[in-house]
């Protein structure tokens, strides 16, 4: 009888899954893959739909399109709880049953519990968050006589670039003058002491500097307390007029893992051991961003990004091929890969471990990784980077080679 597995999430974790799934599986299991909407995304780049730069639909591939030339499945719902006991998935439109199940369905927006966060600030978790970000600020621009203030509210990668593509939009808009004159305002303003806290302090000295000379003013040391309609109270007591307020501050675990009868870390993260699986059910395996791995010595520290899901959906794919075969599982180890952040059209950095490079060729190495993604799902759908029954040496061989570019 052939196995049902069913994936939840068409982001790189999900996808990857699914279609490596399929290479290893082929006729031999009924794959489906559950999103909330049609489309797969290239979320690193969703910044730059706030300057125009790029729409929605130049970084979305339609999963029907994409999964088309395979016979997995592809079920356009929410998933609103699962019952592990039972193997079954409910949706909002009724129960699926399996056999093993991957969860990949990210991360949402942390608040912490903020006052007037979440009623006067826009979200930036997908292209839709991003168009209408770029809708509203574009309006306010457009008032030659306006003044505004735009406040982009944490200064870990996300925020970093979104306040870079502001600035490109106030100057795509003719607005820079005013930028200068201080008419119109760029603030970043993060609670830790730097901005990009946990990169390299070459890498903070250079972006602190940079966003400075493009004219963002940088408020690090003191988080937002509250937020008002027109205004954001930071911890030192000092408030800020705004006109938008673009909230990059934290992620938490999906509602989805709240009601899980399965073990989660102290922040509510799902748990699940160096074969991604979880340790109470070896039947859900988990995948990208709403992981906790611990293997025998604790917890591993994984930093959620695109590049470690995309890994992590080969392991996942690989220890489910290798269980309906009654083979030996293989761990997830994390290596150090490039991490690529742009602040504009004109600069980006990129590092590595303590190293840092930095120059406007690092925004087209980005553009490159982006191109490349949607091109290889888009142009061999049926594409991953592990093949049938692939050896274990071959197989650590290809994680070795698993770099953005």
């Given at each position: 009888?052939?196995?049902?597995?069913?994936?939840?999430?068409?982001?790189?974790?999900?996808?990857?899954?699914?279609?490596?799934?399929?290479?290893?599986?082929?006729?031999?299991?009924?794959?489906?893959?559950?999103?909330?909407?049609?489309?797969?995304?290239?979320?690193?780049?969703?910044?730059?739909?706030?300057?125009?730069?790029?729409?929605?639909?130049?970084?979305?591939?339609?999963?029907?399109?994409?999964?088309?030339?395979?016979?997995?499945?592809?079920?356009?719902?929410?998933?609103?709880?699962?019952?592990?006991?039972?193997?079954?998935?409910?949706?909002?439109?009724?129960?699926?049953?399996?056999?093993?199940?991957?969860?990949?369905?990210?991360?949402?927006?942390?608040?912490?519990?903020?006052?007037?966060?979440?009623?006067?600030?826009?979200?930036?978790?997908?292209?839709?968050?991003?168009?209408?970000?770029?809708?509203?600020?574009?309006?306010?621009?457009?008032?030659?006589?306006?003044?505004?203030?735009?406040?982009?509210?944490?200064?870990?990668?996300?925020?970093?670039?979104?306040?870079?593509?502001?600035?490109?939009?106030?100057?795509?808009c003719g607005r820079e003058?005013?930028?200068?004159?201080?008419?119109?305002?760029?603030?970043?303003?993060e609670g830790k002491a730097?901005?990009?806290?946990?990169?390299?302090?070459?890498?903070?000295?250079?972006?602190?500097?940079?966003?400075?000379?493009?004219?963002?003013?940088i408020f690090t040391g003191?988080?937002?307390?509250?937020?008002?309609?027109?205004?954001?109270?930071?911890?030192?007591?000092?408030?800020?007029?705004?006109?938008?307020?673009?909230?990059?501050?934290?992620?938490?675990?999906?509602?989805?893992?709240?009601?899980?009868?399965?073990?989660?870390?102290?922040?509510?993260?799902?748990?699940?051991?160096?074969?991604?699986?979880?340790?109470?059910?070896?039947?859900?395996?988990?995948?990208?961003?709403?992981?906790?791995?611990?293997?025998?010595?604790?917890?591993?520290?994984?930093?959620?990004?695109?590049?470690?899901?995309?890994?992590?959906?080969?392991?996942?794919?690989?220890?489910?091929?290798?269980?309906?075969?009654?083979?030996?599982?293989?761990?997830?180890?994390?290596?150090?890969?490039?991490?690529?952040?742009?602040?504009?059209?004109?600069?980006?950095?990129?590092?590595?471990?303590?190293?840092?490079?930095?120059?406007?060729?690092?925004?087209?190495?980005?553009?490159?990784?982006?191109?490349?993604?949607?091109?290889?799902?888009?142009?061999?759908?049926?594409?991953?980077?592990?093949?049938?029954?692939?050896?274990?040496?071959?197989?650590?061989?290809?994680?070795?080679?698993?770099?953005?570019?």
């Amino acid at each position: 009888m052939k196995k049902k597995v069913i994936i939840v999430g068409g982001g790189f974790g999900g996808l990857e899954t699914a279609l490596s799934l399929w290479n290893l599986l082929k006729s031999s299991a009924d794959i489906t893959l559950i999103n909330r909407n049609a489309f797969h995304s290239f979320i690193p780049s969703i910044h730059e739909v706030i300057s125009g730069k790029v729409r929605p639909r130049d970084i979305q591939l339609p999963l029907p399109l994409v999964l088309s030339p395979t016979d997995i499945h592809f079920v356009q719902d929410e998933v609103v709880s699962v019952d592990p006991g039972k193997r079954q998935v409910i949706t909002r439109s009724g129960v699926m049953e399996f056999d093993y199940l991957v969860l990949s369905c990210g991360a949402e927006d942390n608040f912490y519990g903020v006052p007037g966060v979440e009623e006067f600030s826009h979200r930036f978790r997908s292209p839709e968050d991003a168009e209408r970000i770029h809708a509203d600020v574009n309006q306010l621009l457009q008032d030659e006589n306006s003044s505004c203030n735009l406040i982009v509210a944490g200064g870990g990668p996300e925020g970093v670039e979104v306040a870079g593509e502001l600035i490109d939009l106030v100057r795509e808009c003719g607005r820079e003058k005013d930028l200068d004159s201080g008419r119109i305002t760029v603030e970043l303003i993060e609670g830790k002491a730097r901005l990009l806290s946990a990169f390299p302090v070459k890498a903070q000295d250079f972006v602190e500097e940079y966003l400075s000379r493009l004219g963002v003013k940088i408020f690090t040391g003191s988080g937002i307390v509250e937020v008002q309609k027109n205004k954001v109270v930071l911890y030192s007591g000092i408030k800020r007029d705004m006109s938008v307020l673009i909230w990059t501050g934290g992620l938490q675990p999906p509602r989805l893992l709240r009601g899980l009868p399965l073990s989660k870390d102290d922040q509510g993260w799902l748990k699940v051991t160096d074969r991604l699986h979880s340790p109470d059910n070896d039947s859900v395996y988990g995948v990208g961003d709403l992981i906790s791995i611990y293997d025998k010595k604790g917890p591993v520290t994984v930093s959620r990004l695109a590049h470690y899901a995309l890994d992590q959906a080969l392991v996942a794919s690989l220890n489910i091929y290798y269980d309906i075969h009654g083979r030996r599982s293989v761990g997830y180890a994390a290596k150090v890969k490039p991490q690529l952040v742009s602040m504009g059209k004109n600069m980006g950095i990129l590092t590595r471990g303590d190293s840092v490079i930095s120059g406007p060729s690092v925004v087209l190495l980005k553009k490159l990784v982006q191109m490349r993604h949607l091109i290889t799902y888009l142009t061999k759908p049926p594409f991953s980077a592990i093949s049938a029954k692939l050896p274990g040496a071959e197989f650590r061989h290809l994680l070795r080679r698993l770099l953005p570019i």
